[in-house]
T-cell receptor, first 112, second 115 residues
Framework: KQEVTQIPAALSVPEGENLVLNCSFTDSAIYNLQWFRQDPGKGLTSLLLIQSSQREQTSGRLNASLDKSSGRSTLYIAASQPGDSATYLCAVKKGTGNQFYFGTGTSLTVIP | GAGVSQSPSNKVTEKGKDVELRCDPISGHTALYWYRQSLGQGLEFLIYFQGNSAPDKSGLPSDRFSAERTGGSVSTLTIQRTQQEDSAVYLC?????????????FGNGTRLTVT
């Protein structure tokens, strides 16, 4: 079974800092990896999706990388803002149409 | 366009009662997923639909849980004889094709509390 781990569980940084969130997975046979943010009481918002053939994806201040061979992905957030405060989750998809396996998330607090 | 819509947003029910949770996916999305999120835990997969068929229902925790999807659109998750351990947020997600290029889009969930 695919295991997805996110470390640290919580992170607090001052506004303006660049930061990296980590996601590791045990089975490298994945179709894609997706990063989400979840605000309190809300569902998950898709941030970036990296297909297995890709190494990275960028959207605005966000950059996600994927290293399948080592079972790792990172989400880089540049120039963090208080509005970035949320829980960030990664999920890997194994096989066509099969379930996504989620990490337990990193709770990010950006201090003004 | 509209996102994934779930109703009700909150449901409080007594132990032993049946509940129905509804999900309206994004129009045209063929793949639909149900997940459960318990306090302090990760998302737990329940069931996956492609069209009206459910090729993967391996995550349903017991035979008290069932789901259906009609018209390739709306899905209903039914929990019979609810138990306190069923209390959680039930999240629905859809994707365009369910392939490697299609991101998941989630609704805001239904918070179920069993008293």
């Amino acid at each position: 079974k695919q295991e997805v781990t996110q470390i640290p569980a919580a992170l607090s940084v001052p506004e303006g800092e660049n930061l990296v969130l980590n996601c590791s997975f045990t089975d490298s046979a994945i179709y894609n990896l997706q990063w989400f943010r979840q605000d309190p009481g809300k569902g998950l918002t898709s941030l970036l999706l990296i297909q297995s053939s890709q190494r990275e994806q960028t959207s605005g201040r966000l950059n996600a990388s994927l290293d399948k061979s080592s079972g790792r992905s990172t989400l880089y957030i540049a120039a963090s803002q208080p509005g970035d405060s949320a829980t960030y989750l990664c999920a890997v998809k194994k096989g066509t149409g099969n379930q996504f396996y989620f990490g337990t998330g990193t709770s990010l607090t950006v201090i003004p | 366009g509209a996102g994934v819509s779930q109703s009700p947003s909150n449901k409080v029910t007594e132990k032993g009662k049946d509940v129905e949770l509804r999900c309206d996916p994004i129009s045209g999305h063929t793949a639909l997923y149900w997940y459960r999120q318990s306090l302090g835990q990760g998302l737990e997969f329940l069931i996956y639909f492609q069209g009206n068929s459910a090729p993967d229902k391996s995550g349903l925790p017991s035979d008290r849980f069932s789901a259906e999807r009609t018209g390739g659109s709306v899905s209903t998750l039914t929990i019979q004889r609810t138990q306190q351990e069923d209390s959680a947020v039930y999240l629905c997600a859809s994707s365009l094709l369910g392939d490697s290029r299609s991101p998941l889009h989630f609704g805001n969930g239904t918070r179920l509390t069993v008293t």
